[in-house]
């Protein structure tokens, strides 16, 4: 049975109130999801985290993986209509862009070192989706790190943690298990600050405490190269 453990509520423009009530499963994994009263529910691969569907809400939607893990592709239903999305990830495992079986670019992503949108990069059907809002359905939540973003707070789901690109930190403080090993955290000058992403520097040489991994970009047949566009590169901060 899904445990409600939070609750986020905001203003909209009509000068009411969005509210959305999270609940997780135990494993600590979040099982459904209500946004004034519209409840989606998510299903997950056995017991690992890799989302297959998202049901119940404004448009269902089910994922691919390869044998290793990879997100290969979305399926989306909407007014009756089912799309393909196939991802497309650059050296640093972000989700670039979203393409069409038939290789047509359906949507386009850009990032700072630090996860935040850059509204200029973001084209087709996310093209006004860069920002979060409760109300609105992105095409794509999986963006920066191929993490998923919350369209809601506008936070990424990190695994262990949930990171705030907005201002450069996680929710909650780094820690090992273990009193020596977790105090040595506080005395490294680049883990001091228990919530700072990438220790403070997104760079593709530094990561002082995660464990890294890159993903490389994936494209299925007959899909057509895109444009380069200026981009930010950093190096990915893996779980905590």
């Not at 990069?121 to 989706?129: E, I, M, P, S």
């Not at 920066?144 to 990171?163: E, H, V």
């Not at 040595?184 to 593709?204: E, V, W």
Request: aromatic fraction near 10%; glycine fraction near 10%.
């Amino acid at each position: 049975m899904p445990i409600p453990r939070c609750t986020h509520q905001q203003a909209n423009s009509s000068g009411g109130t969005d509210t959305t009530t999270y609940a997780f499963d135990p494993l600590n994994r979040i099982a459904t999801q209500t946004v004034n009263g519209t409840t989606t529910t998510f299903g997950y691969l056995g017991l690992s985290s890799d989302l297959i569907s998202e049901t119940g809400g404004s448009v269902p939607k089910s994922y691919t993986y390869t044998p290793a893990g990879e997100r290969i592709f979305q399926t989306t239903t909407s007014n009756g209509t089912t799309t393909t999305g196939y991802y497309t990830y650059n050296d640093h495992a972000d989700v670039e862009a979203l393409t069409s079986p038939t290789g047509t670019t359906t949507a386009t992503y850009g990032y700072t070192a630090y996860g935040q949108p850059v509204t200029a990069q973001f084209t087709g059907a996310d093209k006004n989706n860069a920002n979060p809002s409760p109300t609105t359905q992105p095409y794509s939540s999986y963006r920066f790190n191929a993490m998923r973003w919350d369209s809601t707070s506008g936070q990424y789901d990190m695994g262990f943690r949930n990171y705030a690109p907005g201002v450069n930190q996680f929710l909650t403080r780094d820690m090992y298990n273990g009193a020596l090993a977790d105090m040595s955290l506080s005395t490294d000058p680049f883990t001091g600050n228990r919530y700072t992403f990438g220790a403070g520097n997104p760079s593709p040489t530094s990561n002082s405490t995660a464990t890294c991994s890159r993903r490389r970009p994936m494209r299925h047949p007959g899909q057509q190269p895109l444009q380069p566009q200026p981009r930010h590169h950093q190096r990915r901060r893996g779980q905590l």
